[in-house]
């Protein structure tokens, strides 16, 4: 029975095995491609750049006095003309009243010239009147008019100084810590006392290659200049800021060092929900810190453009798989511009209409025949939670 059971199986290995050798070698693989096609794409463009606080300003005394008190709280923000020091006023008054003094002193001086001098022109016609004593009366009067001025001007010199022993804000701001405390003497050559620095807006300022900058220029000139870009900011930590902000500014000179461009933008800062004035941290932009900056598009511009999953990269840079007339596939080195998460811009390496491989790469070698058909529809966005 076992000799039967053997002699079947061998019977069946051998009916099976012309059958088997009827398949040829498997037949090129299937890949899927689209074709390069223009695109409207947010074009973008990434520089380092510092953020600047628009007004910052050291604050000095004009004049010299001690300092009676310090009205401010180190670090708190305050309003443009909040008092931040006041100086010790008492000597400054006491001048102020000496002044006034000499101001109505050479005013009653004038007052008694002139008078000398409408007498001195009555008698004129008269044997008692002297041509002299008119033209003595009238150099006279015109040295008290002199006179008076020059006490009207030490007054408002007066009235400066002791409008100088109050120190106020210039601006609203953030204030320093403070150089000097109640009961030190200043001077207009002690230094800075504190600094402000304003909060909201700030200034983003950004080095551009001058290449680039010539690309930005060519690129908007005729969508509106600046007011066809924004600018977004990445904070220190990563994160994306909220606000948005626009150029304002180009330098107009290159830097010779480096062979670039400063431009500048103007961004809000309002304070982080929820925070207070005078808070630490309090807003997201401070003044010095580093920022990655991004230029871009109000309008989306028509860029030749293929899915970002096409795109394959060795040392030697970027690329993709082409099917030819052949229908072999070759690769293709290209220069990319500027892309988003679901296509690649190519700003040279390929031409419009190219058949591009997206699907079945994995099994793509240079030169090697390939079966394209259609690719197969992007894979849908996770969702957002």
Known sequence: MRRVFALAALLAIAHVMPAAAQFGPAGPPAVGVVAATKRPVVVTNSFVGRVQAVDKVDIIARVTAFVATRNFVEGAEVEKGALLFTLEKAPFEADLQAKQAAVQQNAALLRN????LGRSRTLLNTPAGQRSTVDDNEAA?????????????QLRQSQINLDYTEIKAPFAGELSRSTVTTGNVVSPTSGALATIVSQDPMYVSFPVPVRDAIDLRDKYADKGGFAAVVVRIRLPDGKTYKQTGTLDYVDPSVATNTDTLTLR??????????????????RELVDG???????????????????RVALLSDQQGSYVYIVDADKKAQIRRVTLG????????????ISEGDSVIVDGLQKVRPGSPVNPGPAGPAPAAPAKG
């Open 338 to 349: 500027q892309s988003t998460p679901e296509l690649a811009a190519i700003l040279s390496g």
């Open 113 to 116: 010239a002139a008078i000398t």
């Open 265 to 282: 933008a103007r961004i809000p800062n309002p304070l982080r929900p929820g925070a207070k004035l005078g808070e630490p941290g309090n």
């Open 289 to 307: 810190s580093f920022v990655t900056v991004s230029v871009e598009g109000v309008k989306p511009v028509d860029t030749l453009a293929v899915p």
């Open 141 to 153: 009067q015109a040295s008290q008019a002199a006179l008076l001025l020059g006490a009207q001007a």
